[in-house]
């Protein structure tokens, strides 16, 4: 079974500074998709972006962007020019590129808060 | 497009009630799913769906039903309700594998 690992339970970032939030995870898998997810107090899930595991380059969507390393099984999030609107709760999400898996469902971590501090 | 709802968004029951979590999505999607997310924890599968009148368990089914009768509607079932069913729960959708999931806006469900 796979696993998600987010180690770092809260972090902080001044606004317009850059944060990083570490993801690991187990799988025995060669083929998979990789996702951060941004939970705000509304709770409503929001994608933030996506990695598909058998492309090398790392997945940007303007100010987020990935580090993606295979062989380490770590997926951490780059959050470029933190604005207030960022605060939030991120989850990691694997999910498997067969539909074997309980349909492909999502695994998530246990999630990282994020404070932006003005 | 409304995407996927849920309804409702908050609901209390007492222990040994029970009670239906609707979900419906609106953009043809196979694939649907049904989350629940304890605090301070990530989501877990309940159970999910391929298509119309298929449907299997998750990780955490126990005390859980489902049935997929439209592509449109999933509908989760809590029969007997207990305390540890306290949580949020999370309706998703997928239109084709691997792509994407997409959420409701989810409903707390609160068991005294």
């Known amino acids: 079974a796979q696993t998600v690992t987010q180690s770092q339970p809260e972090m902080s970032v001044q606004e317009a500074e850059t944060v990083t939030l570490s993801c690991t995870y187990d799988?025995?898998?060669?083929?998979?998709?990789l996702f951060w997810y941004k939970q705000p107090p509304s709770r409503q899930m929001i994608l933030v972006i996506r990695?598909?595991?058998?492309?090398?380059q790392n997945a940007t969507e303007n100010r987020f962007s990935v580090n993606f390393q295979k062989a380490a099984k770590s997926f951490s999030l780059k959050i470029s020019d933190s604005q207030l609107g960022d605060a939030a709760m991120y989850f990691c999400?694997?999910?498997?590129?067969?539909?074997?898996?309980?349909?492909?469902?999502?695994?998530f971590g246990e999630g990282t808060q994020l404070t932006v501090n003005p | 497009n409304a995407g996927v709802t849920q309804t409702p968004k908050f609901r209390i029951l007492k222990i040994g009630q029970s009670m239906t979590l609707q979900c419906t999505q609106d953009?043809?999607?196979?694939?649907m799913y049904w989350y629940r997310q304890d605090p301070g924890m990530g989501l877990k599968l309940i159970y999910y769906s391929v298509g119309a009148g298929i449907t299997d368990k998750g990780e955490v089914p126990n005390g859980y039903n489902v049935s997929r009768s439209t592509t449109e509607d999933f509908p989760l079932r809590l029969e007997l309700a207990a305390p540890s069913q306290t949580s949020v729960y999370f309706c998703?959708?997928?239109?084709?594998?691997?792509?994407?999931?997409?959420f409701g806006p989810g409903t707390r469900l609160t068991v005294l």
């Open positions: 799988t025995s898998e060669s083929d998979y998709y």
């Open positions: 999400a694997y999910r498997s590129a067969g539909v074997e898996t309980s349909g492909s469902r999502l695994t």
């Open positions: 998703a959708s997928s239109p084709l594998v691997p792509d994407t999931q997409y």
């Open positions: 990695q598909e595991a058998y492309k090398q």
């Open positions: 953009m043809n999607h196979n694939y």
